[in-house]
């Protein structure tokens, strides 16, 4: 990695792409490879993307200046979110990352949402130890679906911190469990919020060292 923060190699065109040899891997993160109609049922998807790609965006985070988050109804404990506007490489790093699953693996539920890459919110966060999110959904953010990446800033991941599905019951209300997510370094959950309206999710309390990271970015969304 150079001293500017981008990814060491001489790209002999500025037009060649950003992500090559191992990190390209990133591209093929599901295992099997995402089935658009099975997503579509099930409502949830994950993957991992190779270490070397988690480890880059980790120190790449770790650049970034951060402001204060408050805690809304649904969040408690610190967090903070990324000033990408002031670190235009971290932004266009995390857009290119996009633009190739979008070309790839999710190119199928890319043209279901007749989805507009233009339209994709990323969002960097940096939570601290304490935090934890109660059940919501992103309905009221717009958009049809939300990937999320989770990062780490040093090798140990702390204690806690799922992520878990579930769907409201008939009373409006009561949430059903139905997954739980455990994120290590690099992995990552696809969420359907438009095609599983009744589908909520909350993360429990993480605590440990350092900083947990997480990286949003959401289909069709004009906020998030």
Not at 35 to 53: K, N, S
Not at 157 to 164: A, P, T
Not at 201 to 220: C, D, I, M, T
Request: aromatic share 10%; hydrophobic share 35%; proline share 4%.
């Amino acid at each position: 990695m150079g001293s500017d923060g981008k990814i060491t190699r001489f790209r002999k065109n500025l037009r060649d792409p950003i992500f090559t040899g191992h990190e390209r891997k990133a591209r093929m993160m599901f295992t099997p490879n995402l089935d658009t109609h099975e997503f579509l049922t099930r409502g949830w998807a994950t993957g991992q993307v190779p270490t070397q790609v988690a480890d880059s965006f980790s120190r790449r985070l770790g650049r970034l200046s951060y402001l204060p988050l408050p805690s809304d109804h649904c969040d408690a404990g610190p967090r903070e979110r990324g000033d990408l506007e002031a670190s235009p490489s971290v932004g266009a790093l995390l857009a290119s990352f996009w633009g190739g699953l979008l070309k790839g693996e999710l190119s199928g539920l890319q043209n279901h949402y007749r989805a507009d890459k233009k339209r994709t919110v990323v969002t960097a966060l940096r939570l601290s130890s304490g935090y934890s999110l109660d059940w919501h959904n992103h309905l009221a953010a717009g958009c049809t679906a939300t990937l999320l990446l989770y990062l780490f800033s040093g090798v140990d991941v702390g204690e806690g911190g799922d992520l878990v599905l579930g769907n409201l019951a008939a009373d409006m209300r009561t949430v059903e469990e139905v997954h739980r997510f455990q994120p290590g370094h690099g992995d990552m959950i696809l969420i359907g919020d438009a095609s599983h309206p009744l589908m909520m999710h909350k993360a429990e309390q993480w605590s440990g060292p350092g900083y947990r990271y997480l990286v949003s970015f959401a289909f069709n969304a004009d906020d998030w």
